[in-house]
């Protein structure tokens, strides 16, 4: 590559098409933009483009630091670029391999029940103990058998399991309806995710905490945030256990963890409706801001598909005890919420990863703020490489999980040190990976030298005494008249001004 295509490279940004933003939901959660090149406001003429050094990004944005201190570049590729390095290959799917991963994983679903349902007996094991221990092996081997389940009806939701929607939409349905999961509810707020992903204002999973959002939780000033001592251990535990446990459910019929500016719903649905348990924002209601009235049959289509599976858990429940169904279904499903909410969170929570402010978000520069990790053999095998391969999934969602691997190492070229990934530890290291991203990542703020667009790319941030630590801010003029606090702001005022 030619100097001089580094050099624009570096002094170009790029915005969503507007194709892009104003669709809000489609019937596939399929989503590839193209970027388009706007002049930097560092550079006023194309001719100005020959000296690199006076139109440095980097300089243009100031210093952004991560959570961990390293250095940060807002990222200057396009999806084309990304596009076009991946093999054709690639993006060819198989509806028959897709429903032989799905007979494979029913078959691990029915031969578990079988060989516990009629071997771990009081006739054949009479230490209740030994038993016990053994029906507790079944629930979580259910549960990632289930999860697997899951991500297939996932690829469903994406259009990547096979090239037929009739069957993609089908089988989806069937799955997650059998899981107790809105599959086009689902698939229509998750698309939704896919086209807004790392946007402030837009994104509807693991959306983090501003300062002042996570000050106002913890009944403080922002201000005085940087002064407050270390979180205990334990109230992080709390936090995490309630997060694995209720999570999944609070999502559904809450939208806790989604962007909560539904005022702006293109159809005026979301007027006076917020997040919470009566603000009118579920998966479940057609009238929901998550939704528009071309939805509506599909909500409803949802809603039916988990009537049928409540009847048939009530059905078994009255025939052969709700203690047995809690065993065979329920607590199976919890570790399949289980694993649904640690897989997104720690796919969206990274100390190394931004989020950013409306005026600094594209879709690229989203899509490249997500991580892959390493989860083994239970990764790899059972859950359909949903936790190696979830950086390319954000680029290009309809290539098939069988051929992620090979397009992922295809991009990284092109991504360069923007390609993330944590694979320290393998298993273990994934699982650890959930309590570090919880002591690390509390909230984000800019970086304290950031300028120009760089004030609109924020980084976690903690009280624990990890990493960058949080900026110390003077307390606002308006505090002593007694009136909240204003919002952070920094570096000069005038930087905003064009």
Same mark, same amino acid.
């Given at each position: 590559?030619?100097?001089?295509? @580094?050099?624009?490279?570096?002094?170009?940004?790029?915005?969503?098409?507007?194709?892009? $933003?104003?669709?809000?939901?489609?019937?596939? $959660?399929?989503?590839?933009? /193209?970027?388009?090149?706007?002049?930097?406001?560092?550079?006023?003429?194309?001719?100005?483009?020959?000296?690199?050094?006076?139109?440095?990004?980097?300089?243009?944005?100031?210093?952004?630091?991560?959570?961990?201190?390293?250095?940060?570049?807002?990222?200057?590729?396009?999806?084309?670029?990304?596009?076009?390095?991946?093999?054709?290959?690639?993006?060819?799917?198989?509806?028959?391999?897709?429903?032989?991963?799905?007979?494979?994983?029913?078959?691990?679903?029915?031969?578990?029940?079988?060989?516990?349902?009629?071997?771990?007996?009081?006739?054949?094991?009479?230490?209740?103990?030994?038993?016990?221990?053994?029906?507790?092996?079944?629930?979580?081997?259910?549960?990632?058998?289930?999860?697997?389940?899951?991500?297939?009806?996932?690829?469903?939701?994406?259009?990547?399991?096979?090239?037929?929607?009739?069957? &993609?939409?089908?089988?989806?349905?069937?799955?997650?309806?059998? +899981? *107790? %999961?809105?599959?086009?509810?689902?698939?229509?707020?998750?698309?939704?995710?896919?086209?807004?992903?790392?946007?402030?204002?837009?994104?509807?999973?693991?959306?983090?905490?501003?300062?002042?959002?996570?000050?106002?939780?913890?009944?403080? =000033?922002?201000?005085?945030?940087?002064?407050?001592?270390?979180?205990?251990?334990?109230?992080?535990?709390?936090?995490?256990?309630?997060?694995? *446990?209720?999570?999944?459910?609070?999502?559904?019929?809450?939208?806790?963890?989604?962007?909560?500016?539904?005022?702006?719903?293109?159809?005026?649905?979301?007027?006076?409706?917020?997040?919470?348990?009566?603000? !009118?924002?579920?998966?479940?209601?057609?009238?929901?801001?998550?939704?528009?009235?071309?939805?509506?049959?599909?909500?409803?289509?949802?809603?039916?598909?988990?009537?049928?599976?409540?009847?048939?858990?009530?059905?078994?429940?009255?025939? =052969?005890?709700?203690? &047995?169904?809690? $065993?065979?279904?329920?607590?199976? =499903?919890?570790?399949?919420?289980?694993?649904? %909410?640690?897989?997104?969170? +720690?796919?969206?929570?990274?100390?190394?990863?931004?989020?950013?402010?409306?005026?600094?978000?594209?879709?690229?520069?989203?899509?490249?703020?997500?991580?892959?990790?390493?989860?083994?053999?239970?990764?790899?095998?059972?859950?359909? !490489?949903?936790?190696?391969?979830?950086?390319?999934?954000?680029? /290009?969602?309809?290539?098939?999980?069988?051929?992620?691997?090979?397009? @992922?190492?295809?991009?990284?070229?092109?991504?360069? &040190?923007? =390609?993330?990934?944590?694979?320290?530890?393998?298993?273990?290291?994934?699982?650890?990976?959930?309590?570090?991203?919880?002591?690390?990542?509390?909230?984000?703020?800019?970086?304290?030298?950031?300028?120009?667009? !760089?004030?609109? $790319?924020?980084?976690?941030? &903690?009280?624990?005494?990890?990493?960058?630590?949080?900026?110390?801010?003077?307390?606002?003029?308006?505090?002593?008249?007694?009136?909240?606090?204003?919002?952070?702001?920094?570096?000069?005022?005038?930087?905003?001004?064009?």
């Amino acid at each position: 590559m030619s100097p001089s295509v @580094t050099t624009r490279r570096a002094a170009l940004q790029r915005s969503l098409t507007t194709e892009s $933003v104003t669709s809000s939901s489609s019937n596939s $959660v399929s989503v590839s933009p /193209v970027d388009t090149p706007r002049q930097s406001p560092s550079s006023t003429s194309l001719s100005s483009l020959d000296s690199a050094d006076d139109l440095d990004l980097k300089s243009g944005n100031g210093k952004l630091l991560d959570t961990y201190g390293n250095e940060f570049q807002i990222p200057d590729y396009t999806i084309k670029q990304i596009r076009d390095a991946i093999p054709a290959h690639c993006f060819e799917r198989s509806g028959a391999r897709g429903l032989a991963y799905v007979a494979r994983d029913l078959m691990y679903l029915a031969t578990t029940f079988y060989i516990f349902h009629n071997y771990v007996t009081p006739e054949n094991i009479p230490s209740t103990p030994i038993r016990a221990g053994l029906w507790a092996l079944y629930t979580v081997l259910q549960g990632l058998f289930g999860t697997g389940v899951w991500v297939l009806a996932h690829e469903c939701g994406h259009q990547s399991f096979s090239p037929s929607k009739k069957l &993609n939409d089908t089988v989806g349905w069937i799955c997650h309806s059998a +899981l *107790l %999961v809105p599959y086009f509810s689902w698939k229509i707020s998750h698309g939704k995710h896919h086209k807004a992903t790392g946007h402030l204002e837009r994104d509807m999973v693991f959306v983090p905490k501003t300062r002042e959002q996570y000050a106002s939780k913890v009944g403080y =000033y922002a201000h005085e945030l940087s002064e407050l001592m270390e979180e205990t251990p334990i109230v992080t535990a709390g936090t995490l256990i309630g997060q694995q *446990l209720a999570g999944w459910l609070l999502y559904l019929t809450t939208n806790i963890t989604g962007h909560n500016h539904h005022e702006r719903q293109i159809e005026g649905r979301g007027k006076g409706k917020k997040n919470g348990w009566t603000g !009118g924002v579920n998966h479940f209601s057609s009238s929901s801001p998550l939704y528009e009235a071309k939805d509506g049959k599909l909500v409803l289509l949802s809603d039916l598909g988990l009537a049928i599976t409540f009847s048939v858990l009530f059905w078994i429940g009255r025939n =052969y005890g709700f203690a &047995n169904l809690a $065993v065979w279904y329920m607590i199976p =499903y919890l570790w399949v919420n289980h694993w649904l %909410v640690a897989i997104t969170f +720690l796919q969206h929570t990274d100390p190394s990863l931004p989020h950013y402010e409306p005026e600094a978000w594209t879709f690229t520069r989203g899509a490249a703020a997500t991580i892959d990790r390493e989860f083994g053999f239970i990764g790899r095998h059972l859950l359909h !490489g949903i936790v190696e391969t979830h950086v390319l999934h954000h680029f /290009v969602s309809t290539i098939p999980f069988y051929n992620a691997d090979e397009a @992922t190492e295809a991009i990284k070229p092109i991504m360069g &040190n923007h =390609y993330r990934s944590d694979v320290e530890g393998g298993s273990i290291g994934f699982l650890r990976s959930i309590w570090k991203s919880a002591r690390w990542c509390q909230w984000i703020e800019p970086s304290e030298g950031a300028r120009g667009e !760089g004030k609109g $790319v924020l980084f976690f941030r &903690n009280r624990n005494g990890l990493g960058v630590p949080p900026q110390k801010m003077s307390p606002p003029v308006n505090l002593s008249s007694g009136k909240g606090p204003t919002r952070m702001t920094v570096g000069a005022e005038s930087d905003n001004q064009s």
